[in-house]
């Protein structure tokens, strides 16, 4: 295929993973919506009224780069793995898998399709939080390399999962029971400096908590890790999972008999 | 075990498999090193009972199955070293639905050109004359899955057409589509080979084998049995069936000299007729016992009755291999 061909798949790709989830937007777009907003009123507002100062920010402002953060993994992730394994559930695969189209090109288009739901869902909480806060950039080009790196190495996250998925139990089994969890504890809510030493250093070991810090860092300047250090590490877990994820797909794991 | 190539040494084949061979994870020896060639310009038919290869066979031309040996080629692009070659000359309708059912009809057809690298708006131009040839175009704004199953059958043919490849695949292409639907399609397919598609088909319906294509394969537990030309095929069957409706309620079957007869409800006789034999004597004979034959079919068609004697005969050698 010459390069403007594989441009052409790469854009149908992206284009109709964008109009799949534009399409079903009461299911994708809406929720992350309302439930952040009861975020922001419930833990921002009314509880965190109470709360006082974290970080040196009040809690409202110190909890939006999480949530923000928070939807757009969770939404990245949900777009890869729901849309790749519907299509090897209806064998719509099979559409891709005859065509001459090469699978870094299948794979970067799931990726920039799933980061376009989540980094839409990532504008769309932060105007939402725009009603409860003000957004001061501390460093913008850290924010932004932070939010696309965090989307894209859960797209990428997304995709292993239904590559290895057989069942529709398999696509819900990380998101809520690894996910959700390390997301959660991943300083979100709080800052790792009101825990004891030893759960300190737990959450060290949890890799959502060097994005949120990386977010918060690029948004308000206070972050729990080194920035940078988490910027390295994203991206040598981005080439980590292309890497397989390419391989799965050079095997035909679950998809090729 | 006959295995035919075809004789003739074209310019160019559409499709060259060389000892293919697959095995499954379960032990199981789908493909056991089969070769086969279809000439550029051909409607070819691959034609064997369940679970006799087919669908193996040709899931690995489309890359839909891995292969365990051999080789094969699509217009002389090798799938091992140039895969997209060989993937933009194929295009593929499979025997189960496997388009998205959430989508418009147009949006999967102009879908499936961006797949093969078509600008969008060359896509909806392919798309629309596709849709329209096969009757679909009032329907491009419906979800697949609105769609009969006859119409589901032609949306996946103008999806396979929609890059205009050279080598069309065809598995089990009218199956549960009605006869005048499926009569329509045979014309579409026709005129698409006669404007120079390669067009390789499986099917359950013999009849429709017989009277579209020119070569046929048969293939059984993994094997081709015959590879050859249909009219090369035909002239093998030797004896023929025949149903005679006559005007006489008949008991037991009429005594023919030479036939062998048997009754087939009330007043109707079959005879099986060897090609040497010719009809004249079974009606002389008739017609001395003053039996009126008022009309005449054959009893399956030529092709369906010598592809069973083969299976069967495989089958028979299979029981008795040690």
């Known amino acids: 295929m010459t390069a ?10 992206v284009v109709r993973e964008i109009r799949r989830f534009t399409r079903i937007w009461p299911q994708t777009l809406l929720p992350p919506a309302v439930t952040m907003t009861l975020y922001f009123i419930i833990f921002g507002n009314l ?25 757009v993994i969770t939404s990245t992730y949900a777009n890869v ?4 394994f519907s299509m090897k559930f209806q064998r719509s695969i099979e559409e891709l898998l005859v065509s001459p189209t090469p699978n870094w090109t299948i794979l970067a288009g799931y990726v920039v399709g799933g980061m376009a739901r989540g980094l839409g869902i990532g504008l769309i909480v932060t105007l939402l939080s725009l009603a409860f806060t003000r957004l001061q950039i501390h460093n913008l080009p850290m924010m932004v390399l932070t939010v696309f790196l965090t989307s894209a190495l859960f797209a990428l996250g997304g995709f292993i999962n239904a590559m290895l998925a057989t069942k529709f139990d398999d696509i819900s089994i990380v998101p809520t029971f690894v996910l959700t969890p390390l997301t959660y504890l991943g300083g979100v809510f709080y800052s790792i400096e009101l825990l004891p030493e030893f759960w300190q250093g737990v959450s060290m070991i949890n890799p959502i908590l060097y994005m949120v810090n990386a977010f918060r860092y690029g948004i308000l300047g206070v972050s729990d890790v080194n920035p940078y250090v988490a910027l390295g590490m994203i991206l040598v877990f981005i080439v980590i999972l292309s890497v397989v994820s390419l391989r799965m797909l050079q095997r035909g794991k679950g998809i090729r008999h | 075990m006959t295995v035919q190539a075809n004789q003739e040494a074209p310019a160019t084949w559409a499709l060259e498999i060389e000892g293919l061979k697959k095995r499954y994870g379960s032990g199981f020896e789908a493909l056991k090193g089969i070769d086969l060639r279809v000439r550029e310009g051909d409607f070819f038919a691959l034609l064997g009972p369940n679970g006799a290869g087919k669908s193996t066979t040709l899931g690995i031309v489309c890359s839909l199955v891995n292969k365990s040996a051999g080789k094969v080629r ?17 295009g593929v309708v499979p025997q189960e639905f496997n388009f998205n059912q959430f989508e418009k009809v147009f949006d999967i057809v102009t879908t499936q050109a961006g797949y093969y690298g078509i600008p969008l708006r060359k896509a909806r131009a392919s798309a629309e004359r ?6 679909l175009w009032d329907k491009k704004d419906t979800p697949a899955r609105m769609l009969s ?32 639907l499926r009569r329509s399609m045979w014309a579409f397919l026709e005129e698409m080979n006669r404007n120079g598609t390669t067009i390789i088909l499986t099917t359950h319906y013999l009849e429709e084998a017989e009277a579209l294509c020119r070569n046929i394969a048969i293939i059984d537990h993994g094997e081709i049995l015959r590879h050859t030309s249909k009219k090369e095929l035909l002239t093998q069957l030797h004896v023929e069936t025949f149903i005679l409706d006559t005007d006489q309620s008949l008991a037991t079957a009429p005594v023919l000299e030479g036939f062998e007869t048997r009754l087939d409800g009330e007043g109707a006789v079959e005879v099986d007729v060897e090609k040497s034999q010719g009809l004249n004597g079974v009606f002389a004979q008739l017609d001395q016992q003053g039996i009126r034959v008022l009309s005449m079919r054959t009893k399956s068609n030529r092709l369906e009755e010598l592809f069973l004697r083969m299976v069967e005969d495989n089958a028979r050698q299979g029981e008795v291999t040690p």
């Open chain 1, 81 to 84: 793995v729901s849309s790749f």
């Open chain 1, 4 to 13: 403007s061909a594989i441009l052409t798949a790469f854009l149908t790709i």
């Open chain 2, 149 to 180: 199953g006859g119409m589901k059958r032609r949306l996946m043919i103008a999806r396979a057409l929609v890059h205009e490849p050279r080598l069309l695949i065809l598995d089990e292409p009218t199956a549960g589509v009605d006869i005048e």
């Open chain 1, 47 to 71: 509880i965190g009224s109470r709360i006082g100062s974290m970080g040196g920010f009040d809690y409202m402002s110190f909890i939006v780069p999480g949530l923000i953060m928070m939807s």
């Open chain 2, 130 to 135: 596709y849709l329209r040839k096969l009757g």
């Open chain 2, 74 to 90: 699509v217009f002389g692009h090798d799938i091992d070293t140039d895969l997209a070659g060989a993937k933009l000359n194929l």
